[in-house]
């Protein structure tokens, strides 16, 4: 017999339990989940340019009710990069009147994105702009002197981009850009010449008619100066110091300018001028295509030929001392050999690191 008598007994114990007070769990009143929204009402919108977090973005372009949106972006892609060119998917308030501030929520598939690194070491891609399908290359025929390896860079970048390159040389009235233009025979390169009072912008006009074109350039070449004349812009220009013979940047940030002109509409997108331009992030094998007279002549190269001065039995070399490649050719082949030696350091710092 239990020492405990019926009245005892737990099951008949009433509790009252009102005065206990619960502290309640947000978190475990809503299960979280990985799921975001769809954003079905977003519209797509072209970045125009980028400043401290804040996006602006061109909504209903070449609509009825096109306008500019200051925007910024979802906390799901805080991870990934919106660059100038993007096609953006923005909600909430994109009315563009003062104060309001849409959302970047997602980002369309991009048709080329143009990068380049610190060094050729450096294996960080800085990406410079999404869905160009051109680069203008700007340099002088004189103050500051052309640059013909920077030039070289800068194709090898467009190529490995998928991007078609142009070349404008300005300042041809201070020097005569012949023997510079030569290291480019036989490359597939449209050339522009400008000289002082005489910009030839109709004919570039036609050539950015229908394309977005990405200009690039050693500060101090007359960049700005190109853009602003094209665009009706006023971005800042700037002069070469007469001591170190270099450029004043004048512009601190990549921006979108439309172009209208008789041949139609484009779009221009002005980068800060750079003095490097490295290629750690490209592949290689792409580098020759860079050239295109010496790319066919790589067809009859051995196989696993590097093109490198000591690489016997190359066609490149065979091809260029025979002239038959033209007068420039060894110059264009010096430029390739620099660039593939470069190259060939990076992948022997990357087995041995």
């Known amino acids: 017999m239990s020492w405990l008598d019926d009245a005892d007994d737990d099951d008949d114990l009433a509790y009252d339990e009102s005065s206990i007070r619960v502290r309640p769990n947000p978190k475990a009143n809503r299960p979280r989940t990985k799921r975001r929204p769809a954003h079905a009402d977003a519209q797509i919108a072209r970045v125009l340019g980028v400043d401290r977090g804040r996006y602006t973005v061109l909504v209903d372009e070449d609509g009825p009710d096109e306008r500019r949106v200051l925007a910024t972006r979802a906390r799901e892609l805080r991870k990934q990069p919106i660059v100038n ?7 909430g308030d994109l009315s563009g009147d003062e104060g309001t501030l849409g959302r970047i929520v997602g980002i ?13 070491t450096d294996q960080v891609e800085r990406v410079i702009v999404a869905n160009a399908d051109q680069m203008l290359v700007v340099v002088a025929a004189a103050d500051p002197e052309p640059r013909e390896r920077l030039v070289d860079r800068y194709l090898v970048a467009a190529l490995d981009a998928g991007i078609r390159p142009l070349l404008v040389v300005t300042k041809t009235d201070l020097a005569d850009p012949t023997e510079f233009l030569s290291h480019f025979d036989g490359i597939d390169l449209r050339v522009f010449t400008s000289a002082q009072g005489r910009m030839p912008l109709e004919a570039i006009g036609e050539a950015l008619a229908g394309h977005a074109t990405v200009f690039v350039g050693h500060s101090g070449v007359g960049k700005s100066t190109l853009v602003n004349a094209l665009t009706g812009s006023k971005r800042a220009t700037g002069h070469v110091n007469t001591v170190t013979g270099r450029g004043r940047h004048t512009s601190s940030s990549a921006v979108s300018l439309r172009y209208r002109g008789p041949a139609g509409s484009g779009w221009v997108i002005d980068t800060p001028g750079v003095r490097s331009f490295g290629l750690g992030h490209v592949d290689p094998a792409h580098v020759l295509g860079a050239f295109t007279d010496l790319a066919e002549a790589a067809e009859d190269c051995p196989r696993g030929c590097t093109h490198l001065p000591d690489a016997p039995d190359c066609a490149i070399i065979e091809a260029v001392e025979s002239g038959r490649l033209g007068p420039g050719a060894a110059a264009r082949l010096d430029s390739l050999q620099r660039l593939l030696t470069t190259f060939q350091g990076i992948e022997r710092s990357r087995l041995e690191g």
């Open 85 to 91: 060119g993007d096609r953006a998917r923005v909600v």
């Open 108 to 120: 369309e598939d991009r048709t080329s994105l143009l990068r380049r690194s610190a060094d050729d």
